[in-house]
């Protein structure tokens, strides 16, 4: 007879193996991972960039033109059409072939010249509200400037003040740097949890559990296990994706290797945990893949990476102390980008290991209930 | 026809009796709708910020008024940075605002070198852009109060933007948010749902009994489709509803229209679930399969939360070949704008075109024979 640990051991080799030598399950290991990151990283962005604009100059001056110059000039607007009916406008917008429109008025360079303040009208696209302030901002960026210079010119100076505008972590607010960080998290735990919650019930599909079963492994012994090799591939995962996003994407990072390991490795356990569990109540692989995508779904939404949690209303914000992504994503973007310290980390492991602890249990509970 | 009948029958009885298809077209778009509506806010309400006054004089204190009393952000005061870098580090505050010593003789001597420095989290790139864009608005809306105390009224700037959103006034991402969120509820129907219930029917065998019979492989296919069309349907009734009464979102388009873009889309992501599961004719490939081919573009390459404009060109060639990305469209110019036909035609005929192509290429891979 083995001894327990021999067993175990035994049992991790088996499934390592039938991991890697399904064809199948080896192309599900490493494409979708591999094609996410791409898609992700290139694809998800909320910075708004190659701006459509109509602009209607009935201005003769040269103020306006002036404005449509620096406009045009803007690498941001790389597309401007011109129009001249104000009935223009309205199809341009609403069949989205502009997100704004500038409309410059008739006595628009009479106004400045006069020392009146000139109006100028912005009509943007609420139905992509978020994009359309951004490009609001950059609008009113342009013009202010050159309003400012005007006084300048005309050295009646108004009281101003220069802002000084820094984004720390992320000079250049590249959201390539917000994103890659937080799939290193996301990756790791659609691998992981597929793994688990797909390896029993996919054994019990085939009978195969049975044999286990039969075998002189205890049922502890079998979920330590089935936890193990999907712990190794759920951190394989995560610093293959660690390594890529330094390597090819040159995303900087400045914290501790080791502090990343040591939160890798506690919010991998509390996903195999979350895995195992739902491995435990389904019977099919079908269920097995629905319970999956019900947790996937919300975990991902609700863990800053789609949108961030102070935005959301405060009873919700409750709810997602549950997720453990929530916690692991703070973490990530805090070591790649902040130079997080441990006691920071800590604050947001530590709810990682209740969580994990709290999702075996019930999966070892519910799993020896029901091969009772 | 009589054999047409007959299977639709057969397929509604199926669809009714199996109590987890009942689960995936009504209680899951309820949760999606749920946890869209309420998890994905991109409106950044209330930003908490640090407020460093290092200048305490009576002009600092209108300033820091025109800060606390702003509705966009919440601000802390304290007298030295350094009280808030660590918040900044933990996401505690996303941004620290600055009043530098010299403030108030600087404004009074008219310098012209008056500095504010703003430092925004850049780990959080979107909010970090609404750090800066709101603090310049402040700061605008300040020095023209301060200007027109000092009875120099509208003059103080020379171009005055007035900036008008469209379609959505209030500027709430929920209002365009929640439409595009029905689009991925949609496709996981559609695609996810059909793939998965016609994959099971190759595994376990039925789809060969099927084909003993006299009915011809159309008939087969129209058999499956028209039932969860009919279903479809059904769960975008549901979603619309709550959409409008429990969400607030306007609807200004017509009911016609909204069936006949629904209509089409829904043909195109059956075409696409029937053909996935035709390909891969086993749950475990179907299911990731339709999860990488639907749901992730949906979620990602649909302009859904990310402007598809922002895109790198190539990725903005590929989202052409998703119905959904024109799905979203429709849906979110039904729901803000009204009927805009030009681009409601054009967004129909896209997935009517994709949809063919799906539906020729399954009548081409379902052959009635087993070995294929």
């Given at each position: 007879?083995?001894t327990?640990?021999?067993?175990i051991?035994a049992?991790?080799?088996?499934?390592?193996?039938?991991?890697f030598?399904?064809?199948k399950?080896?192309?599900?290991l490493?494409?979708?991972?591999?094609m996410q990151?791409?898609?992700?990283?290139?694809?998800?962005?909320?910075?708004?960039?190659?701006?459509?604009?109509?602009?209607?100059?009935?201005?003769t001056?040269?103020?306006?033109a002036?404005?449509?110059h620096?406009?045009?000039g803007?690498?941001?607007?790389?597309?401007?059409?011109?129009v001249?009916?104000n009935?223009?406008?309205?199809?341009?917008?609403?069949?989205q072939?502009?997100?704004?429109?500038?409309?410059?008025p008739?006595?628009?360079?009479?106004?400045?010249?006069?020392?009146?303040?000139?109006r100028?009208?912005?009509?943007?696209?609420?139905r992509r509200?978020?994009?359309?302030?951004?490009?609001n901002?950059?609008i009113?960026?342009i013009i202010?400037?050159?309003?400012?210079?005007?006084e300048?010119?005309?050295?009646?100076?108004?009281?101003?003040?220069r802002?000084?505008g820094?984004?720390?972590?992320?000079?250049n607010?590249?959201y390539?740097?917000?994103?890659?960080?937080?799939l290193v998290?996301?990756?790791?735990?659609?691998?992981?949890?597929v793994?688990?919650?797909?390896?029993?019930a996919?054994?019990?599909?085939?009978?195969?559990?049975?044999?286990?079963?039969?075998?002189?492994?205890?049922?502890?012994?079998i979920?330590?296990?089935?936890?193990i090799?999907?712990?190794?591939?759920?951190?394989?995962?995560?610093?293959?994706?660690?390594t890529?996003?330094?390597?090819?994407?040159?995303?900087?990072?400045?914290?501790?290797?080791?502090?990343?390991?040591?939160?890798?490795?506690?919010?991998?356990?509390?996903t195999v945990?979350?895995?195992?569990?739902?491995s435990?109540?389904?019977?099919?692989q079908?269920q097995?893949?629905?319970?999956?995508?019900?947790f996937?779904?919300?975990?991902?939404?609700?863990?800053?990476?789609t949108?961030?949690?102070?935005?959301m209303?405060?009873?919700?914000?409750?709810?997602?102390?549950?997720?453990?992504?929530k916690?692991?994503?703070?973490?990530?973007?805090?070591?790649?980008l902040?130079?997080?310290?441990?006691?920071?980390?800590?604050?947001?492991?530590?709810?990682?290991?209740?969580?994990?602890?709290?999702?075996?249990f019930?999966?070892g509970?519910?799993?020896?209930?029901?091969?009772? | 026809?009589?054999?047409?009948?007959?299977?639709?029958?057969?397929e509604?009885?199926?669809?009714?009796?199996d109590?987890?298809?009942?689960?995936?077209a009504?209680?899951?778009?309820?949760?999606?709708?749920f946890?869209?509506g309420?998890?994905?806010?991109?409106?950044?309400?209330?930003?908490?910020?640090?407020l460093?006054?290092?200048?305490?004089?009576?002009?600092?204190?209108?300033?820091?008024?025109?800060f606390?009393?702003?509705?966009?952000?919440?601000?802390r005061?304290?007298?030295?940075?350094?009280?808030?870098?660590?918040?900044?580090?933990?996401?505690?505050?996303?941004?620290?605002?600055?009043i530098?010593?010299?403030?108030?003789?600087?404004m009074?001597?008219q310098?012209?070198?008056?500095n504010?420095?703003?430092?925004?989290?850049?780990?959080?790139?979107?909010?970090?852009s609404f750090?800066?864009n709101?603090?310049?608005?402040v700061?605008?809306?300040?020095?023209?109060?301060?200007?027109e105390?000092?009875?120099?009224?509208?003059?103080a700037?020379?171009i005055?933007?007035?900036?008008?959103?469209?379609?959505?006034?209030?500027?709430?991402?929920r209002n365009?948010?929640?439409?595009?969120?029905?689009?991925?509820?949609m496709?996981?129907?559609?695609?996810?749902?059909?793939?998965?219930?016609?994959s099971?029917?190759?595994?376990?065998?039925t789809?060969e009994?099927?084909?003993?019979?006299?009915?011809?492989?159309?008939?087969?296919?129209?058999g499956?489709?028209?039932?969860?069309?009919?279903?479809?349907?059904?769960s975008?009734?549901?979603?619309?509803?709550?959409?409008?009464?429990?969400?607030?979102?306007?609807?200004?388009?017509?009911?016609?229209?909204l069936?006949?873009?629904?209509?089409?889309?829904?043909?195109?992501?059956?075409?696409?679930?029937?053909?996935?599961?035709?390909?891969a004719?086993?749950?475990?490939?179907?299911?990731?399969?339709a999860?990488m081919?639907?749901?992730?573009?949906a979620l990602?390459l649909?302009?859904?939360?990310f402007?598809?404009?922002s895109?790198?060109?190539?990725?903005?060639?590929?989202?052409?070949v998703?119905?959904?990305?024109?799905?979203?469209?429709?849906?979110?110019t039904?729901?803000?704008?009204?009927?805009?036909?030009?681009?409601?035609?054009?967004?129909?005929?896209?997935?009517?075109?994709?949809?063919?192509v799906?539906?020729?290429?399954?009548t081409?891979?379902?052959?009635?024979?087993?070995?294929a």
């Amino acid at each position: 007879m083995r001894t327990s640990a021999g067993r175990i051991f035994a049992l991790i080799v088996k499934e390592l193996l039938t991991m890697f030598r399904d064809p199948k399950g080896r192309v599900i290991l490493i494409v979708p991972p591999i094609m996410q990151m791409v898609v992700f990283a290139f694809a998800a962005t909320l910075e708004v960039k190659n701006i459509s604009v109509v602009i209607y100059n009935q201005d003769t001056g040269s103020h306006g033109a002036e404005i449509v110059h620096r406009l045009a000039g803007s690498p941001a607007f790389t597309d401007i059409t011109f129009v001249d009916r104000n009935e223009a406008i309205r199809p341009a917008i609403d069949q989205q072939k502009a997100i704004a429109a500038i409309s410059i008025p008739q006595d628009f360079s009479r106004d400045i010249e006069a020392g009146r303040a000139a109006r100028l009208q912005v009509i943007l696209d609420g139905r992509r509200s978020n994009a359309a302030q951004i490009v609001n901002g950059y609008i009113t960026t342009i013009i202010t400037a050159y309003g400012n210079e005007i006084e300048a010119v005309r050295g009646t100076t108004q009281p101003s003040i220069r802002i000084d505008g820094r984004n720390w972590f992320n000079e250049n607010l590249l959201y390539r740097w917000f994103t890659l960080p937080s799939l290193v998290g996301i990756l790791a735990m659609m691998i992981a949890l597929v793994v688990t919650s797909l390896s029993v019930a996919r054994e019990r599909e085939l009978g195969t559990f049975d044999q286990l079963l039969v075998s002189p492994l205890m049922p502890l012994e079998i979920l330590v296990g089935k936890t193990i090799p999907a712990v190794i591939i759920g951190i394989a995962e995560g610093l293959l994706i660690w390594t890529v996003a330094i390597t090819a994407f040159g995303i900087p990072f400045k914290g501790s290797f080791l502090l990343l390991l040591f939160a890798l490795f506690i919010f991998i356990m509390a996903t195999v945990g979350t895995g195992l569990f739902i491995s435990a109540i389904s019977k099919t692989q079908q269920q097995a893949v629905l319970g999956t995508f019900i947790f996937m779904v919300p975990a991902v939404t609700l863990s800053g990476y789609t949108a961030p949690v102070e935005n959301m209303p405060l009873w919700l914000q409750k709810v997602t102390y549950l997720n453990p992504l929530k916690y692991f994503l703070i973490t990530l973007k805090g070591l790649f980008l902040k130079d997080m310290s441990f006691h920071d980390v800590w604050t947001n492991t530590w709810p990682l290991l209740i969580i994990g602890g709290l999702t075996m249990f019930l999966a070892g509970w519910f799993f020896t209930k029901r091969l009772e | 026809m009589r054999r047409l009948t007959a299977l639709i029958r057969k397929e509604t009885r199926q669809i009714l009796r199996d109590p987890s298809t009942f689960l995936i077209a009504f209680l899951q778009p309820l949760i999606l709708l749920f946890i869209f509506g309420y998890g994905v806010n991109l409106d950044s309400n209330k930003i908490r910020i640090g407020l460093v006054v290092e200048d305490n004089t009576p002009d600092t204190a209108s300033l820091v008024r025109a800060f606390t009393n702003s509705r966009f952000l919440e601000v802390r005061l304290g007298q030295d940075r350094r009280e808030f870098e660590h918040d900044l580090v933990i996401g505690h505050i996303r941004g620290i605002v600055v009043i530098p010593q010299d403030f108030s003789i600087d404004m009074a001597l008219q310098t012209g070198a008056v500095n504010l420095q703003v430092i925004a989290d850049g780990a959080e790139p979107n909010i970090a852009s609404f750090v800066q864009n709101y603090t310049f608005g402040v700061v605008q809306v300040w020095l023209q109060h301060e200007a027109e105390d000092r009875g120099q009224s509208a003059a103080a700037l020379p171009i005055r933007v007035l900036p008008r959103f469209w379609y959505n006034a209030e500027l709430k991402s929920r209002n365009f948010l929640v439409p595009g969120s029905i689009a991925i509820i949609m496709t996981l129907i559609g695609t996810m749902l059909t793939a998965l219930v016609i994959s099971r029917e190759w595994e376990r065998g039925t789809m060969e009994s099927m084909m003993a019979t006299p009915v011809t492989i159309t008939q087969i296919l129209l058999g499956k489709l028209i039932p969860y069309f009919v279903m479809g349907i059904g769960s975008m009734t549901l979603c619309t509803l709550v959409c409008t009464l429990v969400y607030d979102v306007p609807f200004r388009g017509t009911y016609p229209a909204l069936l006949a873009a629904t209509s089409v889309f829904l043909l195109a992501a059956l075409g696409q679930g029937l053909l996935i599961s035709s390909v891969a004719k086993d749950q475990f490939v179907a299911s990731q399969i339709a999860l990488m081919a639907a749901f992730l573009p949906a979620l990602m390459l649909s302009g859904f939360i990310f402007e598809i404009h922002s895109m790198p060109r190539p990725i903005q060639l590929l989202t052409h070949v998703f119905a959904v990305r024109y799905f979203v469209t429709s849906l979110q110019t039904l729901f803000l704008t009204g009927n805009v036909w030009p681009l409601l035609i054009h967004c129909m005929a896209a997935m009517l075109v994709i949809s063919m192509v799906f539906f020729a290429l399954t009548t081409r891979k379902t052959k009635k024979r087993l070995d294929a």
